[in-house]
């Protein structure tokens, strides 16, 4: 026990480990199983996006909004959250506006949908566009195509004049940079040229 590195505390920690790796039964580790890729499904559905029509081969698990930024390129259309609590994903779907990460791209065969893409004209921005411009709307802009959709879709929906009932239309889109006060300016602005 005069050897350098072993004491008495060294020696009951090295027994004590030989000990129980002796006393424990072999075990024997099952081998992993390879589960085998289970094949897409998928369907061919058409899509009427932004005035253009489209005949699309889409993976039946394939949310509208993966099926529209990652098949079609409407990069627009941002993925924020992946669970309908931010609003960043805002489309129009027949003129209503809906979550593009909460419903299958299979659920809208024949369907005609708005992306953030499809608001302009010609080039020329939208009116709500040209507000949050104007107002400066915007500040990291990660948010901006959603609450752009959703303004847009509440000037034709039954919302009041007051300003919470416009932060009440707007609640299902979320700014983490607060620039909530020129949203809501822009919105006024556009529904005051509507009313």
């Given at each position: 026990?005069?050897?350098?590195?072993?004491?008495r505390?060294?020696?009951?920690?090295?027994?004590?480990?030989?000990?129980?790796?002796?006393?424990?039964?072999?075990?024997?580790?099952?081998?992993?199983q390879?589960?085998?890729?289970?094949?897409?499904?998928?369907?061919?559905?058409?899509?009427?996006?932004?005035?253009?029509?489209?005949?699309?081969?889409?993976?039946?698990?394939?949310?509208?909004?993966?099926?529209?930024?990652?098949?079609?390129?409407?990069?627009?259309t941002?993925?924020?959250?992946?669970?309908?609590?931010?609003?960043?994903?805002?489309?129009h779907?027949?003129?209503?506006?809906?979550?593009?990460?909460?419903?299958?791209?299979?659920?809208?065969?024949?369907?005609?949908?708005?992306?953030?893409?499809?608001?302009?004209?010609?080039?020329?921005?939208?009116?709500?566009?040209?507000?949050?411009?104007?107002?400066?709307?915007?500040?990291?802009?990660?948010?901006?195509?959603?609450?752009?959709?959703?303004?847009?879709?509440?000037?034709?929906?039954p919302?009041?004049?007051?300003?919470?009932?416009?932060?009440?239309?707007?609640?299902?889109?979320?700014?983490?940079?607060?620039?909530?006060?020129?949203?809501?300016?822009?919105?006024?602005?556009?529904?005051?040229?509507?009313?």
């Amino acid at each position: 026990m005069d050897s350098p590195g072993w004491n008495r505390r060294s020696f009951l920690k090295a027994a004590a480990a030989a000990g129980a790796a002796a006393a424990m039964p072999d075990i024997a580790v099952p081998e992993p199983q390879v589960k085998p890729d289970v094949p897409a499904s998928s369907q061919s559905i058409r899509l009427k996006v932004n005035g253009t029509s489209r005949q699309l081969n889409v993976d039946t698990r394939a949310t509208l909004l993966d099926t529209l930024r990652e098949q079609m390129g409407m990069a627009g259309t941002k993925k924020g959250c992946d669970h309908g609590q931010c609003g960043a994903c805002t489309v129009h779907v027949n003129g209503r506006r809906i979550n593009s990460c909460l419903t299958f791209a299979v659920m809208h065969d024949g369907d005609e949908i708005t992306t953030i893409e499809g608001l302009a004209d010609a080039g020329q921005l939208s009116p709500m566009q040209a507000a949050f411009v104007e107002h400066d709307a915007f500040q990291c802009g990660y948010c901006t195509p959603g609450q752009i959709m959703s303004a847009t879709a509440l000037l034709r929906e039954p919302v009041g004049n007051t300003d919470d009932d416009l932060r009440e239309a707007m609640s299902g889109n979320i700014c983490r940079c607060g620039a909530y006060p020129n949203i809501l300016a822009a919105i006024k602005s556009v529904r005051s040229q509507h009313s």
